[in-house]
């Protein structure tokens, strides 16, 4: 038995340690950890229809690939977080942020540039949704009403199921919302959002104002149970945001010619994989509102 | 509770135990929100409903490319913890490597993941480590005792003037405890499956990614068939996983998805230089009385805030789901039981209902607890009991089987509670304790109740890129688990309860 036993320990570590040692560029299944230094990739932030983003993406891809002439390559991610990581760690070089993860991954990536925005992104708004139980009814002034009430955020890390919200609900009623509801959960994404307030099980959320337009387009809501009681003020959401390394990979003008790209994206089949009307250009000073009011609420330390 | 004495390990100190226990439940549920809110869960447990009854595949590539994944994190994760948890398990008996051991299986696999990417990268090599390094400290925690359990005779047979620990250990104590360290690390696998499956959640391509992207998107009959693919693969293992072939698995897995990263020492330099540094200190070259009151106020402002209501909440929650778990335990138990269940095919529905059960991962059950009862701390408490409760169940349910009872032995409710429950009871307090610091970890998942538990901190942290917080929020958790693990070593040696039957 011992000798059995010493020849199986043996023979598993010595496999463990070839296989890491080999672990030169091989075949892999796992994305983006064996891309040649040349190939471009980017990503998106996972903010809804989450099954579809391959295939929306990869069309993406596609197109750039065209126009740029270079490989390129989408990787699914599954967090707000993960998108900035990867951004942050170089695995991806371009990705289609939310108003604050572009902020936090330009925070965390010095020299990276907003390049492009939606043509609806200058003017992005939330909805304070309400379960009809909750008694609230729409109005154009800000609902006090919710005071008390159970609440639900979207992602812990998203602008328009997040920190706009809570800036505006901080802002009308003078409180953290850990005080002025009676529970405040954060549902994970917009649709689940939907799905909790239409079910119920929390009163009142925040939601993305695209995704809710969809869903109920698509006749996925209920209107007698779920319906917007609110429409924040507008703020700017999403962009495209490059890493300000690229031009060493990419050549001189890489940063221009893919902005060009990006902007002249006309086909609605494609657009409608944001979904967007078109995109014009944008830079960091644009989204300098969202990170004053992602440090006002706490979500970003000041200074650094 | 009366102090031991020599009697401590009769009845009487079981039945104190556990009152104390049920007390202490009891208690915690005063102190916790537990409101119903009834509203129209209906429409959407409908939808789920018919999701579960009509799963559909929408790429098949993508369902058996996860599903290799799923297993070769698992079966990767799994060898790799067992000869590290076998090198640690030696050095058992001292105090650091145990609380070495406990500290590292104190971090729950997604939050080892979340600090892999971070170095790491999404690659195949932060997968293998999420899985190894917990299952390391669990499995060294496992061998360690069992190593401790063996019957000591041999080893005092020896000849005392030439003690030589090596040949002692390999000849005296390893062969004694091998078969018992074989099956607990064959249940540990079914476990990496789970955990393995659960690291998609966070990004890594598993059969987690798609099931969290159906759910989330309400797609119920794709979710269903990525989760029917994961209870498959958890309910055949048996038919294919044998001990001669894995040898060939073994080669297989590491030549489909070689564990490999692209680290940048740059990142890497920077992470342990900078981000986990506290803010208050990164770029201080000098420490003056400035900073050390700066890093008072951080670290006030912390404990305020995050530190001691997670640890309360944490707490809280883990003793109730904990006592909710053992009570469930209980009443599942006779569903995997020849004693109580005669019928080969009712043994097998209850087997498999148990598989289910423990299967559905808590977050599941959470969710739809959650839109069943709204957000309390009761959706949580039956997420963690049910899928905890099976587990024990299960095992409990198994170890009757080795049970020699009196051929005129009663039969259903008078032979549960007069022939089984006293003879697998220390058995059973065994378990409970085991899981006691797996339920405190796995309450971290459950932010979506929006329960702020320690694990909900840490998630934020990660989320805010605050990886100074989440270092200190994770130690804190360390703390728990360490001593809690410590007491229930304790109360294990009181009551003199075993590890695991030889015969399990």
């Known amino acids: ?135 609230i009814e729409p109005n154009d002034s800000f609902p006090a009403a919710i005071t008390g009430k159970t609440f639900t955020f979207g992602s812990k890390g998203s602008t328009s199921g997040r920190l706009m919200p809570e800036f ?28 909790l307030v239409q079910s119920g099980a929390y009163q009142v959320g925040a939601v993305n104002y695209k995704v809710w337009d969809k869903q109920l387009a698509a006749g996925k809501i209920d209107s007698d149970k779920v319906k917007v009681i609110w429409r924040t003020p507008s703020y700017p959401d999403y962009q495209w945001t490059l890493r300000g390394d690229v031009n060493d990979s990419w050549g001189p003008d890489f940063q221009t010619r893919l902005t060009e790209a990006l902007v002249g994206m006309d086909d609605p089949d494609l657009l409608a994989s944001f979904p967007r009307s078109g995109f014009i250009a944008a830079d960091n000073k644009l989204y300098q509102p969202i990170l004053d009011t992602a440090i006002s609420v706490g979500i970003i330390d000041a200074g650094k | 509770m009366s102090a031991p004495n020599s009697n401590k390990t009769s009845a009487s100190a079981l039945r104190n135990i556990s009152f104390w226990f049920a007390v202490s439940a009891l208690l915690c549920l005063l102190l916790v929100d537990l409101d119903i809110s009834t509203a129209d869960p209906w429409a959407e447990l409908s939808l789920m409903a018919a999701g579960a009854l009509s799963p559909s595949v929408w790429s098949w590539p ?79 925690k496992i061998y360690g005792e069992l190593f401790e359990e063996v ?15 090596l040949s002692e250990f390999f000849y005296s104590t390893l062969p004694l405890a091998w078969r018992s360290m074989a099956t607990y690390t064959s249940y540990r696998f079914e476990c990496a499956i789970r955990s393995s499956a659960i690291l998609g959640f966070v990004g890594l391509p598993t059969l987690g990614f798609h099931l969290e992207t159906a759910l989330s998107d309400g797609q119920y009959s794709e979710a269903a068939a990525f989760f029917y693919a994961l209870l498959l693969l958890i309910g055949t293992l048996h038919l294919w ?104 095919w009712k043994r097998g529905i209850g087997d498999s209902l148990l598989i289910l059960l423990r299967t559905l991962p808590e977050y599941l059950l959470a969710f739809i607890g959650l839109l069943i009862l709204g957000p309390s701390m009761l959706p949580a408490i039956l997420a963690l009991g049910i899928h905890n409760g099976a587990i024990i169940g299960h095992l409990l349910g198994r170890y009757t089987e080795e049970l020699c009872l009196r051929a005129d032995a009663d039969r259903g409710i008078t032979l549960y509670f007069y022939e089984v ?84």
């Open chain 1, 1 to 135: 038995m011992r000798i059995q036993l010493l020849r199986n320990i043996t023979a598993l570590t010595l496999l463990f340690i070839t296989s890491i040692s080999s672990a030169s560029p091989s075949v892999s299944n796992t994305p983006a950890d064996t891309e040649s230094a040349k190939t471009f990739v980017f990503s998106a932030i996972p903010d809804q229809d989450e099954a579809n983003l391959q295939e929306r993406f990869d069309k993406v891809a596609v197109y750039l690939q065209a126009q740029l002439d270079i490989d390129v390559r989408y990787i699914p991610v599954k967090s707000y977080a993960a998108a900035v990581t990867a951004f942050r760690n170089n695995q991806v070089q371009l990705a289609w942020f939310g108003g604050l993860s572009g902020v936090q991954a330009r925070r965390l990536v010095p020299g990276s540039q907003a390049v492009a925005q939606g043509t609806e992104d200058p003017f992005f708004t939330s909805y304070i949704i309400a379960h009809s139980s909750s008694g």
């Open chain 2, 241 to 344: 996983l044998h001990k001669r072939l894995l040898p060939v698995y073994l080669v297989a897995v590491f030549y489909y998805l070689p564990p490999q990263a692209t680290i940048s020492w740059q990142l890497l330099v920077r992470f342990v230089s900078e981000d986990i540094v506290p803010a208050p200190l990164r770029g201080q070259t000098l420490v003056n009385a400035e900073t050390v009151n700066n890093v008072n106020q951080w670290f006030y402002a912390l404990w305020q805030l995050q530190i001691w209501p997670g640890l309360i909440n944490t707490v809280l929650l883990g003793q109730i789901s904990l006592v909710f778990t053992g009570l469930l335990a209980l009443v599942l138990l006779p569903l995997n039981s020849s004693l109580f269940l005669h019928r080969r």
């Open chain 2, 421 to 504: 429950l006293p003879r697998i009871y220390r058995q059973f307090l065994a378990f409970l304790f085991y899981r006691w610091e797996v339920i405190l970890r796995e309450t971290a998942i459950l932010g979506i109740l929006g329960i702020a538990t320690l694990g909900f901190y840490i998630d934020s942290a990660f989320e805010t890129f605050r990886f100074d917080v989440a270092l200190l929020l994770i130690l804190v958790s360390a703390a728990l688990n360490i001593s809690v693990d410590q007491f229930a070593r304790y109360l294990r040696q009181q009551l003199q309860l075993k590890t695991v039957p030889e015969s399990l």
């Open chain 2, 62 to 140: 993508t369902l058996l490319s996860s599903l290799a994944n799923t297993f070769a994190f698992a079966l990767q994760g799994v060898t790799l913890a067992a000869i590290a948890g076998f090198a640690l398990a030696l050095g058992y008996r001292f105090t650091l490597v145990r609380a070495f051991c406990a500290f590292i299986r104190s971090i729950h696999e997604l939050f080892w993941a979340l600090l892999f990417m971070q170095i790491a990268g999404l690659s195949s090599l932060t997968g293998l480590l999420a899985i190894a390094i917990p299952y390391a400290g669990t499995l060294a």
């Open chain 2, 151 to 165: 019957d000591p005779a041999p080893a005092n047979n020896l000849p005392v003037n030439k003690r030589r620990p």
């Open chain 1, 168 to 195: 505006f609900i901080r802002e009308n009623l003078g409180d953290t919302p850990d005080k002025l509801f009676s529970k405040v959960g954060y549902s994970g994404d917009h649709s689940r959002t939907i799905a």
